[in-house]
């Protein structure tokens, strides 16, 4: 005589996407790319293809951010009463450094950054949140949502190009004049760029994809500590020596 053992229910596991669906899915379909991500991470590829793309898209930026950066150095220095001979040697000295430097210490920054910013997120959707997700998934849930944000920045690198500024952002801080550029008004409202506030809103669905959670568990975390950085970060723009 024989009994039949019933079988566990096991979660179906996630069909799996080759780099390219995951990466057009996190625009039409992010569910289910997060889902793959959660089965196999699959982070490194995409991670540079990021990178590469930024610092190449820095390298043809490099002139305007000398520029802009130049500007800043010699308001500044002129504030401090820096005699002009000397400014102009520092101004000299940091354009030179610059010119080489710029596109690959942002590849080497958003790296360093990435690493850094997965350890907070799985903090936050672990800890905050009460998820279950391991660093290799979070990480690359946020470099998945990251083509987000790196969208963005193409459609306006013409329009930085052309107009000669980085100051290029869809936001409420558009609608301001040009005068206000520098109050904390005007900086905390570019903040709330279109392509800023849909990776915030993807990452949220990724961190509660990888942890096991409903997006509700982990979208207000996301949200209020995306509005606390971005007040801060606007707010210490307006210091002397930013």
Known sequence: MSFDQPTPATEPTPKDMNIIARIWNVFVSPTSTFEAVRSKPRWVLPLIIILLITGAAMYVLTPIVMEEGRE?????????GVPEDQ?????????????????????IAGAIFTFLLAAFWLFVTNVLAGGSARYAQVLGAYV??????????????PVMWFRQTMNIHISPATLMSESATETFLYKLLAKFDLFSIWGMIVLGIGLAVVGGLKPKKVLPWVVILYVLFWVASASLSNLSFF
Do not use: N
């Open 72 to 80: 800043k150095m010699i308001e500044q220095m002129e504030k401090r």
């Open 87 to 107: 400014m102009d040697t520092a101004v000299e000295r940091a354009a030179q450094f610059q010119k080489y430097s710029i596109a690959p210490s942002t590849i």
């Open 144 to 157: 998945y949502a990251g083509f987000i944000g790196l969208l963005g920045f193409l459609i306006k690198l």
